[in-house]
Every structure is written in structure tokens, then in C-alpha cells.
């Protein structure tokens, strides 16, 4: 489809945007990011409402006023999180490089890649994927899957981003998966993001903080045909002053021969990950749109959808 006019318009903008924030460091976006979220909070109802749905489900026993300012501090960290891309992609490579001023579990990642079978690394989305991304393709041989933006013109720039320091972006198709099969037999790293919901028949139901989540069964695939080591990998914000990164043992399940079993493990394996400071996690994504009683063709599965509108109605009004 031809792109419009007003697609060029959008991508200009955001794209200028991207290039006047990748000249601030990350205490001043994280301050800029503070007074925005004030801004925008009234206009980003939806993601408010789908916030609040996922931290009822997954914090059950969590008084409803934690679960609000749990919500409130998530949203800084997710609009943080959009103003430090240009940081990311664009700014000095030796300043974003001293903005990593912790790096923790980094044996984990070599132990993996020594090996000899290659290493994946499960990176959620979880404080800021971009920079990890950054001293990923940095420090080693590093091939990620990439799925090009909704507006077409900003797919350069951040395929420049993403690939400045060296990481190989492959398509989200089997040209993809053959690519990252390529790499790990080679003995280098690959980088899958674990909690994206999949299409159907690209995934089973494993729980996910004990609710039943759509997952991909792209990383026990991976592991059957090359027996990979896997480690989960986060970059932390630290609020003012940069980033934290940890590299975390992943669950022992992941190495299952059963697909269920391993994504389970992939599961517990982003749990982990959250539990270092649960507000750095994207919650406004609807990781649980997908129900076991859709998959099986059950007439009422809408009753149980977590973001029915009578839901997301309720959960606007205990914003």
C-alpha cells in the first residue's frame, strides 16, 4: 500500500522528535518524561484501563491503592521508555555506551556463548529493550528478529538504530527463524522478545502469573534443533542516572522436550525478570487477549476475556 501523505507527515515528526531527544541524557529525559506522563495521562484512557486489568490479574492480593501507584509509575517508566528511542538509536555511541553503569549476571551470557551452542537471550519488555539491544550488538555477534513499523518511513531509521553497533535484524517469518538457527549453530547470540502474544498456531497456553498466556513456541523450536543456552535480559532504568544491566539464569523448564513445559519456563523466566522492580514492565500490553476457550472454538469464550469493554470500563473508572 502506497504511503499517504499524512503517514510522511507523522513519520517527519516523530522521526525529528527522535533526533532533538538523542542530544539529552538520560537524567533529562527522565525528568522530561515525569512532566509529560502528568499531560498525556488523561488522553491515554486505554492503556490506563488495560494496565489496571493486567495488575489486578497478576497482584490478586495487592491493596487497590499499591495497584494504583504501581499503574501511575508504570506509565512514567513506559514514557520514559519513548523518549529515550532517539537516546537509543541516535545518540553518541560513547555516551550511551557510559550510560550503562551497571552490568550484572554478564558470566551467565559468556558461559552461555562459551558453550559452544549458542545463546539466547529473553528480552522482555521490561525497562528499556533498546539500550540492552545497544550493548548486545556492541560486545558480540548479535542477530534479533524485527517486524517493520506501522508508518513505513521511519523503518530505515530505526533499522539504522538497531543495527549501528553491528546487530543483524532478520524478519518475523521462517526466512527469520532459519536466520537465528544460523547464528546460534555458529555459536552466537540471539535475542527473542518472550512476551509478545503470537498468532494462532504459533503458540500454546502456558501460565503467566498464573493465568493462562498465549506464548510462542519459537524459543523450545530453537533449542530443540540446536540446545542453545538461554539467559533473560533486561536493561533497568535507574531513574536520573542511566541503566542497570542484569543477565538472569532462565528457568530450568525452558530446556523441556514438551512445548507447554518450556514455555512455562519462558514465562517464569520474564516473571523473574519483573520481580527486579515490577513499574519498569510494559503492563499496557494485552498479553492475555487470547483464552483457551477461543482456541477450542467455545461459543462464550468472550465471557472470559479479560478486556471486555465492561471490564476496561471498570477499570477506567478506578483510575
Known amino acids: 500500500m502506497p504511503t499517504s501523505f499524512q503517514q510522511r507527515i507523522q513519520a517527519r515528526a516523530v522521526a525529528g522528535l527522535w533526533r532533538l531527544l538523542s542530544h539529552a541524557s538520560p537524567r533529562q529525559l527522565w525528568t522530561l518524561s515525569q512532566s509529560l506522563t502528568a499531560i498525556l495521562q488523561p488522553f491515554l484512557k486505554r492503556e490506563c484501563a488495560v494496565t489496571r486489568l493486567n495488575l489486578e490479574v497478576v497482584y490478586p492480593d495487592m491493596p487497590e491503592d499499591d495497584q494504583a501507584m504501581l499503574a501511575r509509575d508504570s506509565l512514567r517508566h513506559s514514557t520514559a521508555t519513548m523518549l529515550e528511542l532517539g537516546f537509543a538509536w ?61 508508518l513505513e518511513p521511519l523503518d ?78 533486561v536493561a533497568q532504568r535507574l531513574p536520573g542516572r542511566g541503566y542497570a544491566l542484569h543477565f538472569l539464569a532462565a528457568d530450568e523448564r525452558v530446556y ?31 498479553r492475555f487477549s487470547k483464552t483457551p476457550e477461543e482456541e477450542c472454538g467455545d461459543p462464550n469464550f468472550r465471557r472470559h476475556r479479560l478486556y471486555s469493554s465492561r471490564n476496561m470500563k471498570l477499570a477506567r473508572r478506578h483510575r
Open 156 to 233: 530505515p531509521i530505526i533499522r539504522a538504530g538497531r543495527e549501528r553497533c553491528g546487530a543483524s535484524l532478520v524478519p518475523t517469518n521462517s526466512r527469520g527463524v532459519a536466520a537465528l538457527l544460523k547464528a546460534l549453530k555458529r555459536g552466537q547470540a540471539v535475542g527473542i522478545l518472550p512476551d509478545q502474544e503470537p498468532g494462532w498456531g504459533s503458540g500454546v497456553f502456558a501460565p503467566f502469573f498464573g493465568r493462562p498466556a498465549y506464548t510462542a513456541t519459537l524459543l523450545p523450536k530453537l533449542v530443540a534443533r540446536t540446545n542453545a543456552r538461554v539467559v533473560t535480559g
Open 256 to 286: 523441556s522436550e514438551d512445548e507447554a513445559t518450556s514455555c512455562a519456563g519462558v514465562n517464569a523466566s520474564v516473571e523473574g525478570a519483573i520481580a527486579l522492580e515490577p513499574a519498569q514492565y510494559q503492563w499496557e500490553y494485552k
Open 90 to 150: 541516535q545518540g553518541n555511541e560513547d555516551k550511551v555506551a557510559a550510560s550503562i553503569i551497571e552490568v550484572h549476571g554478564e558470566r551467565l551470557l559468556e558461559e552461555a556463548r562459551q558453550s559452544g551452542q549458542g545463546a539466547i537471550v529473553l528480552a522482555p519488555h521490561f525497562g528499556n529493550w533498546e539500550v540492552l539491544n545497544f550493548w548486545l550488538s556492541r560486545n558480540f555477534d548479535f542477530t534479533a528478529m524485527y517486524e517493520p513499523p506501522k
